[in-house]
């Protein structure tokens, strides 16, 4: 950035009405309240129920871990409910795949609805964005998520070497088994749905709240005030695969708000101060939500704790 464009972004951070960027959390709070009743509702065909208060501790622990290692926070969610509520790990795993793939489905549809309305200008980001893109230089390959991958594999491999040796192969044989339909389970757990109501309407206000994360974060600055609903879908579906691209949409965030508020009449500058607020509200809320929800996860299951 020059100078003069480090100079509007600080300017933009002194000047923003943060009573419309605090909304940004608080709606992401509410999602996490939903995202946390849905998940139970696909565990109960499986035959557990866990607690709504340890499931929500999961599930904002989920976002805290996924900022320092990807998909790190879906094995941690995963992992509370079976330590605390005896979910078994292969079943909740299988549930969480089926939650991310309904979450595709969404985010799609959405994006398929922004074409429909919105073709020129989708067409306009692509093409400057996509296809004419250069890549931009970088100082080496990332290897973080096969770094992940390779100590999750190695993990796995020690455990099967483990049981092998000390049980034989019939009983890895008949474990592998085991944990194969239990992920089965969980991943046919929709099929079985005791609410199918109650879980539409919880995977609708999700993604409802998502949007009025950023919607109503626009006035927050008078550049942005004047957006309408059609921009902030866009900028839900671009930022949503911004925040996939890099742990927590680090540096990734910003730079696909900046780039399409630039289809709606924001100067590129502003657009990144912009996504930079937003992002960093967001951040916030993930790193205090988590660090509380650490401890209170702790507090609230220390008589189990201290009997185990």
């Not at 972004?9 to 849905?38: E, H």
């Not at 780039?259 to 790193?287: C, N, P």
Request: charged share 15%.
């Amino acid at each position: 950035m020059s100078d003069s464009d480090k100079q509007l972004t600080i300017d933009a951070f002194k000047r923003a009405d943060y009573f419309w960027i605090i909304l940004a959390p608080c709606m992401g709070l509410v999602s996490n309240f939903s995202r946390a009743q849905r998940w139970r509702l696909l565990l109960e065909p499986t035959g557990f129920k866990p607690g709504f208060a340890n499931t929500w501790f999961s599930v904002m622990m989920m976002y805290f871990f996924n900022l320092f290692f990807p998909r790190l926070g879906e094995v941690t969610r995963c992992s509370i409910l079976a330590r605390y509520e005896n979910v078994p790990l292969d079943k909740s795993l299988g549930t969480m795949v089926v939650e991310r793939l309904v979450d595709l489905i969404t985010i799609m549809l959405i994006g398929s609805t922004l074409l429909f309305i919105e073709r020129d200008r989708l067409l306009t980001f692509f093409q400057d964005n996509v296809l004419n893109k250069q890549p931009a230089p970088t100082s080496g390959p990332d290897f973080t998520k096969w770094i992940v991958l390779v100590l999750i594999a190695a993990l796995a491999a020690g455990a099967a070497v483990y049981i092998q040796r000390k049980y034989g192969f019939g009983k890895l044989k008949a474990i592998l088994a085991e944990r194969l339909m239990g992920f089965a389970e969980g991943l046919k757990s929709i099929r079985n749905l005791r609410s199918p109501g109650q879980f539409i309407f919880h995977s609708v206000f999700i993604w409802l709240c998502y949007f009025l994360m950023i919607y109503w974060s626009f006035p927050a600055l008078p550049e942005t005030a004047g957006m309408g609903v059609m921009a902030g879908a866009a900028c839900l579906f671009f930022g949503g695969f911004a925040i996939v691209a890099t742990p927590g949409g680090i540096g990734a965030y910003p730079i696909a708000i900046s780039k399409v508020l630039l289809l709606y009449g924001v100067g590129e500058t502003l657009g990144y101060a912009f996504g930079s607020i937003v992002w960093a509200a967001q951040m916030a809320s993930i790193l205090i939500g988590g660090t509380i929800s650490l401890i209170l996860l702790a507090i609230l299951n220390k008589e189990k704790a201290l009997k185990d």
